[in-house]
């Protein structure tokens, strides 16, 4: 096994992560009455598509 293998692996998992703390966010922000805090949304969801733009360039190199 490569160390690529193991980046998209990474990457992959980091992904699915900061997209489903991205959701509970938006379901967090959306249920809110008056001024929300929703750093985490703004922070989560560059990340999230960040770390599947990584995967899918480590899977490219894979093939």
Do not use: D, K
């Not at 193991?6 to 967090?28: K, P, Q, V, W």
Request: aromatic share 18%; proline share 5%; glycine share 6%.
């Amino acid at each position: 096994m490569s160390p690529t293998f193991f980046f998209m692996l990474g990457s992959m998992l980091l992904s699915i992560i900061h997209f489903l703390i991205s959701y509970r966010e938006a379901i967090r922000v959306s249920n809110e009455e008056g001024p929300v805090f929703g750093w985490g949304l703004v922070f989560n969801v560059p990340l999230a598509f960040l770390f599947a733009i990584l995967a899918n360039l480590f899977h490219h190199q894979l093939n």
